[in-house]
């Protein structure tokens, strides 16, 4: 219990050492933000690996800042917890979040997650937030979390003319094949190690997203669902049967039109460190997810 206390004194400094850093607000309204973190459960007799996973929206109601929930899970030391009844308000400009949700297992137990999050840097495209949150059991026993987390905020795509539905296009990079070559990044003016040229998108309902492939290998994108907490399977993601390219040879592209709204994981089938994150803001009344086409110009 003596090394659980101090750990989570030293963690807990680390944290506050690193939020006096200057920085500017990333959480917004009206936006889709991916968050991703990794950190440590912190019980009275252990200290276990933990991470999350929040996929979700920020819209204005009337004073207030209203927090959707599209995808979530919370991961400790391998057991799952799917998050529900997602609540959340912005505070000081983004400088703070605060969040709380219920969260359940796989056997249906449920358990009361409350989170707080403090700005520490913004990057171009992601700000990262320190985040300390508490977990309950139906029995009050609370277990503390510390969380190191980048926030991602989908890249908006506007259509030119109100006419038109948005359409954009991702280029797949070359070299993307392979995990160890990184690539230039022109928004953050160095080389990281992306596959697309944008995995955080947004568009409205009824908008095409058009695939390029430029490596010298084909591609194959699917949708489907991550299997990052899922330590029984191989494969990183699962399809869902809703999204299939088929071989996108070098030199050609496809496209994809995204007709209902909702979050959507493409991955490429045989190369899967490469994924893309879509979000389709509502703009329409249809629910059925588009039509796919393989463009040979």
Same mark, same amino acid.
Not at 190 to 196: I, S, V
Not at 206 to 215: A, C, K, P, R
């Given at each position: 219990m003596r090394r659980a206390y101090l750990?989570?004194?030293i963690l807990l400094g680390v944290l506050a050492g690193i939020s006096t850093q200057s920085a500017n607000a990333q959480l917004a309204e009206n936006k889709a933000f991916l968050l991703e973190g990794n950190g440590f459960a912190i019980s009275e007799n252990s200290i276990l690996t933990a991470t999350i996973d929040l996929q979700f929206t920020i819209a204005k109601r009337g004073a207030t800042s209203e927090f959707a929930l599209q995808n979530g899970l919370i991961?400790?030391? =391998?057991?799952?917890? #799917?998050?529900s009844g997602f609540r959340g308000t912005i505070l000081k400009n983004g400088q703070f979040f605060k969040i709380s949700s219920e969260a359940s297992d796989a056997g249906g137990k449920k358990f009361t997650f409350k989170a707080l999050g403090n700005l520490v840097e913004?990057?171009?495209g992601n700000s990262i937030y320190s985040v300390t949150a508490t977990l309950s059991d139906p029995s009050n026993k609370i277990t503390k979390l510390i969380y190191t987390t980048k926030v991602s905020e989908f890249t908006p795509i506007k259509?030119?003319?109100?006419n038109k539905k948005t359409e954009i296009t991702v280029r797949i990079l070359k070299g993307s094949s392979n995990s160890e070559v990184p690539n230039y990044n022109e928004q953050a003016g160095?080389?990281?190690?992306?596959?697309?040229s944008e995995n955080r998108i947004s568009i409205i309902s =009824?908008?095409?997203? #058009?695939?390029?492939?430029?490596?010298i290998v084909s591609h194959s994108l699917k949708s489907g669902t991550s299997n990052n907490y899922n330590k029984t399977l191989?494969?990183?993601f699962t399809a869902d049967g809703k999204i299939s390219s088929g071989n996108i040879q070098p030199g050609k592209s496809w496209s994809v039109t995204f007709k209902e709204p909702g979050f959507y994981r493409i991955f490429d089938e045989k190369y899967q460190w490469m994924d893309a994150t879509i979000f389709v803001s509502s703009d329409s009344s249809s629910k059925t997810i588009g039509s796919s086409k393989n463009l040979l110009n």
């Open positions: 750990t989570s004194l991961d400790i030391n =391998g057991k799952d917890l #799917t998050v913004k990057n171009p259509p030119t003319d109100k160095r080389f990281l190690f992306n596959y697309f =009824g908008g095409t997203v #058009t695939f390029v492939n430029e490596d191989k494969e990183a």
